[in-house]
């Protein structure tokens, strides 16, 4: 058979509905033919399922059309993994998607086809050198198609972050336990140094509890506490520093600058949410977090990898690749805080996604 | 017993050189007294082994210097684990360690002390938010210490990266497989598409010896190149695409920009030193090296991931410390390739660092 490029589509008649979508799930029919998206054509022709588009084999197809390339390349992946997929044309499927620009291309469950109307993944096809808008993810699957060619899914979502562990520092009685009858809480003293901070005599609570800092030695009292805790203790009253709070965060811009803000704001989300964030430096990351605290002596495996970032952010999918393996090598979740404007002062302006790895 | 700060130096005399350097490995021996770096004198007051210094007691003294918090933790991290000691002033260790400015503390090898003239590692004490120029590494181990207190190692090495996979394309033979009697070698002929390149009918030892591409179906010969491997095989006469390397080279530099340029110095260096490079997208890198390809049907383990970066570039510990923990995680060395101006149209002007954990 033979197919014509018209606005953008390949009409392959008068009776190619049979032949191609019927029965193996290519195009949208029309009549007794059928349209397919030029991903589709170049796909039988690549298969000698088509004989030709205006007379052009597949190489002269692909090479009219190289903007097809990477569609192209994800497609024959997935179909050679046994599915049947719809290119999206003009932000909709038929009428099974509408409005999702975002997506190249759905692909149907194992041993559904187009005239099914179900979902398995929506696919977003980009290129190693594209960058990818952090709030654009969720509810897509990026097929990167990397520069030998080579394919990876990165599948994202809207992840729901919370945990157990006690939500607010009043809830270890930690401000209770040095409060005189009748008076106020008495914070505990502490001190800045440098860029971190020092409580040498805390509550015991603090750190076996909270998982608050982290003890100078095994055998002695004294915490070390990032700048991030300490602001978040002042704050509540737990401690008591020179200056309060503002010192706390002057300290923090100078070494940080903005990014201090976003990484205080998504730290007090975190303890909000019952999720005990201590650093990820050793694995690249803002934070790993603990989901269920009770006490640091039977700390369970951290769940998550956080990564703080404005909200505007993209990331190159090298990046990308980078962070996903590494969590996905440690058995943790890597997931992104996209931090907005509204949050510099405390407001609640946080959005959440999860990246992992997927083989569809 | 009390010592006195005199010109960034504490000195404890009149006797304090048997109980402090002698017995203990503090200090400069000064007649029968000891000069005391500040990092080892506060060592001595954390002990509560020196009384104080000008009448302050151990929070004190490291409230008046917070400079030295970060050394002072590194300091007691490997006193506490069983090493002597030498903090390096004005650039040096004694005579030990003559213009080493980038240095701050040498370690001695277990059992032996200051007066042995021994180094195990030359450690560079840097905080979190600091930045390292990549070039400044290479014998020396970086000691990060991470808003928590906590500290990483990381050992930098010059590294030798050489293999024994066929160095040029002429050792495939592949040019000559096509040349008839007489005349000049055929190239190949090769097509861009999109950002990549596609050969339909390349010689077999392109892929299977040479491990250029990759093969876009299991059962076809058709390679898709990287427009790196593109270049690469252009110049060498193996493959012919139109417009030539400049053709390939406008390209990449139109996706990658200068990034390209350096990628294909380091990728040229790679096959001349009989490595072969692939793709590292997995992994976050640029690339991952194979050092002894015969065959690709038995291929081993990669065991190189390469960062391609300017020669002036200068990486967050964080970001150090995602690359190694990756390359750590899939048993892999991390290297760093740094390239300078003069590359730019194929010189040879690439400097190699590599970076490893280290757990002293």
Redesign the interface.
């Known amino acids: 058979m033979e197919g014509h490029l018209v606005d953008g589509v390949v009409e392959v008649g008068p009776n190619g509905r049979e032949r191609y979508y019927d029965s193996r799930g290519y195009g949208r029919p029309r009549g007794a033919g059928v349209e397919l998206a030029p991903v589709e054509a170049a796909h039988l022709l690549y298969r000698g399922d088509l004989g030709s588009v205006d007379g052009r084999g597949f190489?002269a197809f692909?090479?009219d059309n190289?903007?097809i390339?990477?569609r192209f390349?994800v497609y024959k992946d997935l179909r050679d993994r046994g599915f049947y997929l719809s290119p999206v044309r003009d932000g909709r499927v038929d009428d099974l998607e509408p409005d999702r620009g975002d997506v190249d291309l759905v692909v149907h469950p194992r041993g559904d086809g187009p005239w099914d109307g179900t979902v398995e993944h929506r696919i977003r096809v980009v290129?190693?050198?594209a960058t990818v808008p952090m709030a654009s993810l969720g509810d897509v699957v990026l097929a990167?198609v990397?520069?030998?060619?080579?394919i990876?899914y990165l599948e994202t979502a809207e992840p729901d972050v919370s945990g157990s562990s006690p939500a607010v520092v009043e809830e270890l009685g930690v401000a209770r336990a040095t409060e005189g009858a009748g008076s106020a809480p008495t914070p505990t003293p502490a001190?800045?140094?440098?860029?971190?901070v020092?409580c040498?005599e805390p509550p015991a609570d603090l750190y076996e509890r909270g998982f608050y800092?982290?003890r100078?030695d095994r055998d002695g009292d004294a915490l070390?506490?990032?700048?991030?805790?300490a602001a978040h203790l002042v704050d509540r009253g737990v401690l008591e520093i020179d200056g309060g709070v503002a010192a706390v965060r002057e300290h923090g811009r100078a070494?940080?600058g903005d990014r201090f803000d976003r990484r205080l704001a998504v730290y007090r989300d975190l303890r909000r949410r019952g999720v005990v964030p201590?650093?990820g430096?050793?694995?690249?990351?803002d934070f790993r977090t603990y989901e269920a605290v009770e006490h640091v002596d039977e700390l369970g495996h951290s769940e998550l990898l956080v990564r703080v970032l404005p909200a505007d952010a993209a990331l190159s999918?090298?990046?990308l690749?980078?962070?996903v393996?590494?969590a996905h090598?440690?058995r943790k979740r890597m997931v992104f805080a996209l931090v907005g404007d509204g949050d510099a002062d405390g407001g609640d302006d946080i959005t959440w996604r999860s990246v992992s790895r997927l083989t569809p």
């Open positions: 190489r692909l090479g190289p903007d390339v990477g390349l290129g190693e050198r990167i990397d520069e030998e060619s080579e990876t001190t800045i140094l440098d860029d971190r020092i040498w800092g982290q100078l070390g506490l990032s700048l991030l805790e070494v940080e201590k650093t430096f050793k694995f690249g990351a999918p090298r990046d690749s980078l962070d393996r590494l090598g440690v």
